[in-house]
Structure formats: structure tokens, C-alpha cells
């Protein structure tokens, strides 16, 4: 079992940035991380993600340029800069875990709990 904690996240105007972190209790037998968000009303959606030994990325194309993902390996974190913020990147922002290369949220077996983001206009 591997435990995902998120933290960082907050209220913030239009334009502003955040940053999250998400750490996870071991890195053994996990190959990516990846981000994930759920605005009310909404499907939860892939954001980006990253992999922890070559530190290959992907977005999704809502947050291409604005948002960038990153890696501590040394203290098992995964970062989400995020920058230029709007109104409609307001959701829960999960944090997930997974042993594979991929973007769908199906083949991440471990998540986080979810931290509020909340982009006032």
C-alpha cells in the first residue's frame, strides 16, 4: 500500500499562482505520478503527471504553459506549480500513484484525499 498526502492548496485570484505538493510513503514499485482534478458538476480529469526515475512529464492541453510539474526524488514529492490562474481551474486536485506510464486514472491504484483549489475573477 502506498499512502499519497496533497497539501498547498487555497484561494486565490485570477492570474495568481499556487503551488501543491503531494508526497508519497515509498517510491518502490511506483513508476509515475500524476495529478488529477474534479470541478463541481464535473468528470475528474487528468492534469499532468511525471515520472520518477527519468522525470518524463505530460499535461493536459487546458494547462500546457501555465502549469509545471516536478520531482524531489530524495523526499518522495511531487510538485504542481501553478501559474496564470482562472477562475475555470477551480476544483479538488487529487494526487494519485501508479506503477505505469500512463495519463487515465484508471491505472492509478493510490490517491491522496484532494486539496481545494479555489481561482476567484
Known amino acids: 500500500q502506498v499512502q499519497v498526502v496533497e497539501s498547498g492548496g487555497g484561494l486565490v485570484q485570477a492570474g495568481g499562482s499556487l503551488r501543491l505538493s503531494c508526497t508519497a510513503s515509498?517510491?518502490?514499485?511506483?513508476?509515475?505520478m500524476g495529478w488529477f482534478r474534479q470541478a463541481p458538476g464535473k468528470e475528474r480529469e487528468f492534469v499532468a503527471a511525471?515520472?520518477?526515475?527519468?522525470?518524463?512529464?505530460d499535461y493536459a492541453d487546458s494547462v500546457k504553459g501555465r502549469f509545471i510539474i516536478s520531482r524531489d526524488n530524495a523526499k518522495n514529492t511531487v510538485y504542481l506549480q501553478m501559474n496564470s490562474l482562472k477562475p475555470e481551474d477551480t476544483a479538488v486536485y487529487y494526487c494519485a500513484a501508479g506503477p505505469i506510464r500512463d495519463t487515465n486514472q484508471k491505472e492509478f491504484p493510490y490517491w491522496g484525499q484532494g486539496t481545494q483549489v479555489t481561482v476567484s475573477s
Open positions: 515509498r517510491t518502490f514499485g511506483i513508476y509515475r
Open positions: 511525471i515520472s520518477w526515475s527519468a522525470g518524463s512529464t
